[in-house]
């Protein structure tokens, strides 16, 4: 994201400054990440970065049976075997404590408290064998059959809470009315050049291989979709 961010700062300094405004950011859940919002952070731009359970928080999609449906779908499809399982949303996490406790009540093993997974450092605890596999939960909680070395895995991130939690503000700034409101504005100024270009267009993929080559073919497609704007304009 900070080179397209820095570009994009070096494209808005050419521009004549008539009046003051402030320039917004908007970028889907892919972005969402601690450097990329420490880094937006401390850019001059009001920014609004989704995160992945971003619509699962917005009462609007709480009611929804599309919305409940497709994300039932997409459970489904990630799953190799068909089955879902208990989130580790369900999972109660003590950080202070270093205790976790299943959906069924019962502790579990604390397995590693200094695990790296994704470049992210937590706890990640384990079933106790004997718990989940005389537990009535085991087939809601598992996807898998019960091994014969361990029970249900969780990993929990620690929350720092010494450090400023970028993360979880842009949580909060996007659950709020303007986020929303804000964010809702993406789908009709940003995706629809997404969709010109790569469907009206047809460029699916880049033809080209090497940083310059591909930045020169991204730019005539850009400067097309342009030119294509201000004609339209005209008319």
Same mark, same amino acid.
């Given at each position: &994201?900070?080179?397209?961010?820095?570009?994009?700062?070096?494209? @808005?300094?050419?521009?004549?400054?008539?009046?003051?405004? =402030?320039?917004?950011? %908007?970028?889907?859940?892919?972005?969402?990440?601690? $450097?990329? @919002?420490?880094?937006?952070?401390?850019?001059?731009?009001?920014?609004?970065?989704?995160?992945?359970? /971003?619509?699962?928080?917005?009462?609007?999609?709480?009611?929804?049976?599309?919305?409940?449906?497709?994300?039932?779908?997409?459970? #489904?499809?990630?799953?190799?075997?068909? #089955?879902?399982?208990?989130?580790? %949303?369900?999972?109660?996490?003590?950080?202070?404590? @270093?205790?976790?406790?299943?959906? $069924?009540?019962?502790?579990?093993?604390?397995?590693?408290?200094? $695990?790296?997974?994704?470049?992210?450092?937590?706890?990640?605890?384990?079933?106790?064998?004997?718990?989940?596999? !005389?537990?009535? @939960?085991?087939?809601?909680?598992?996807?898998?059959?019960?091994? #014969?070395?361990?029970?249900?895995?969780?990993?929990?991130?620690?929350?720092?809470? #010494?450090? /400023?939690?970028?993360?979880?503000?842009?949580?909060?700034?996007?659950?709020?009315?303007?986020?929303?409101? +804000?964010?809702?504005?993406?789908?009709?100024?940003?995706?629809?050049?997404?969709?010109? =270009?790569?469907?009206?267009?047809? &460029?699916? +993929?880049?033809?080209?291989?090497?940083?310059?080559?591909?930045?020169?073919?991204?730019?005539?497609?850009?400067?097309? !979709?342009? =030119?294509?704007?201000?004609?339209?304009? =005209?008319?």
């Amino acid at each position: &994201m900070k080179p397209a961010v820095l570009a994009l700062q070096a494209q @808005l300094d050419k521009l004549p400054k008539t009046h003051s405004t =402030i320039t917004k950011f %908007t970028a889907d859940s892919g972005f969402h990440s601690k $450097a990329n @919002l420490k880094f937006l952070s401390e850019t001059p731009y009001d920014c609004y970065v989704t995160d992945t359970a /971003f619509r699962s928080r917005n009462p609007l999609f709480q009611n929804s049976e599309t919305y409940q449906t497709k994300q039932a779908k997409k459970r #489904k499809k990630r799953s190799k075997t068909g #089955k879902t399982c208990y989130p580790i %949303t369900m999972f109660q996490f003590d950080q202070d404590a @270093l205790t976790c406790r299943c959906p $069924a009540g019962k502790m579990m093993r604390l397995s590693s408290k200094n $695990a790296v997974i994704s470049g992210e450092r937590g706890a990640q605890f384990c079933g106790y064998l004997n718990d989940c596999r !005389h537990c009535a @939960l085991q087939s809601q909680c598992m996807r898998k059959s019960l091994g #014969k070395q361990q029970g249900r895995q969780v990993f929990f991130i620690y929350k720092n809470t #010494k450090d /400023f939690d970028h993360m979880q503000a842009m949580k909060d700034k996007i659950d709020s009315s303007e986020g929303r409101r +804000q964010y809702s504005k993406r789908l009709g100024c940003v995706e629809p050049v997404f969709g010109n =270009i790569t469907v009206n267009k047809q &460029m699916n +993929q880049f033809t080209l291989r090497g940083r310059e080559k591909v930045n020169a073919q991204w730019a005539m497609f850009s400067m097309l !979709h342009n =030119i294509e704007k201000l004609r339209n304009h =005209i008319k």
